[in-house]
């Protein structure tokens, strides 16, 4: 019986041991920055910034801009969503009608972010490793059970044999995911010159208010890092 036990307690350590790394894994997508610079000369906090996201979808451009427009606030730093007097049309919006829209709102900078490109990452799950014990009937039975050395011993009876069980093995299989290549940069109204600039890579997820909330809380991260908020 105590042989039993503790093989049953290191199978039980060993499936708990892949349920954390699958959590570790879970918890380690979302959005990373790749790629970010900051003009070293630009000594000064933005403190009025105007935000325009660059979509296809104008529901989409309304949430993204909400969503960093309030986590912006959330730093102190006044933010105003561009789709509250930029609204989509047909026809192209000016450069100069923009600039416009920055003065009559105080801004001292603007953010632009906008999709660059977009993969496709394929990824094993399952196969080596993963493998669930199943205890043999023999275990609810009058049967002794036996430890099995790891050489031939445990052909020495049915009973041996029976009462072992077995490890069921998980055959791998393919995950796939969609990584989207996200850029921001971030200039300052008064020079017109770029100050800070990033590309970052976020997992598309079928929740799409999560998804940007991950991406602008790492790139509020990344600004507050370079002292800019």
Request: with cysteine.
């Given at each position: 019986?105590?042989?039993?036990?503790?093989?049953?307690t290191?199978s039980m350590?060993?499936?708990?041991?892949l349920?954390?790394?699958?959590?570790?894994v879970?918890?380690?997508?979302g959005?990373?920055?790749?790629e970010?610079?900051s003009d070293?000369?630009?000594?000064?906090?933005?403190?009025?910034?105007?935000?325009?996201?660059?979509?296809?979808?104008?529901?989409n451009r309304?949430?993204?801009?909400?969503?960093f427009k309030?986590?912006?606030?959330?730093?102190?730093?006044?933010?105003?969503?561009s789709?509250?007097?930029?609204?989509?049309?047909?026809?192209k919006i000016e450069r100069e009608?923009i600039?416009?829209?920055l003065?009559?709102?105080?801004?001292d900078?603007?953010?632009?972010t906008r999709?660059?490109s977009?993969r496709?990452?394929?990824?094993?799950s399952?196969?080596?490793?993963?493998?669930?014990?199943?205890p043999?009937p023999?275990?609810a039975?009058?049967?002794?059970?036996?430890?099995?050395?790891?050489d031939?011993?445990?052909?020495?009876?049915?009973?041996?044999?029976y009462?072992?069980g077995?490890v069921?093995?998980?055959?791998p299989?393919?995950?796939s995911?969609v990584?989207?290549?996200?850029e921001?940069?971030l200039?300052?109204?008064?020079t017109?010159?770029l100050?800070?600039?990033a590309?970052?890579?976020t997992?598309?997820?079928?929740?799409?208010e999560?998804?940007?909330q991950?991406?602008?809380?790492e790139?509020?991260?990344d600004l507050?890092?370079?002292?800019?908020?």
């Open positions: 019986m105590k042989e039993r036990m503790e093989f049953m290191k350590k060993r499936m708990l041991g349920v954390l790394l699958g959590l570790l879970t918890a380690c997508t959005t990373k920055t790749s970010s610079w070293q000369s630009f000594t000064r906090q933005i403190k009025n910034v105007y935000i325009i996201g660059i979509a296809k979808s104008e529901l309304m949430l993204f801009e909400d969503t309030n986590r912006l606030t959330g730093e102190g730093v006044k933010a105003v969503s789709y509250t007097d930029l609204l989509a049309t047909n026809e009608d600039k416009q829209r003065l009559a709102n105080n801004c900078s603007v953010l632009l999709v660059v977009q496709t990452k394929s990824s094993m399952g196969g080596r490793g993963s493998y669930t014990y199943t043999g023999g275990y039975s009058s049967l002794t059970f036996h430890k099995i050395p790891k031939t011993s445990q052909y020495r009876s049915w009973g041996a044999y009462a072992y077995s069921n093995y998980v055959p299989s393919t995950v995911s990584i989207l290549t996200v921001s940069v200039y300052d109204l008064k017109e010159e100050i800070w600039s590309q970052l890579e997992h598309r997820e079928e929740n799409i999560k998804m940007m991950l991406f602008v809380d790139v509020a991260k507050k890092g370079k002292g800019l908020i």
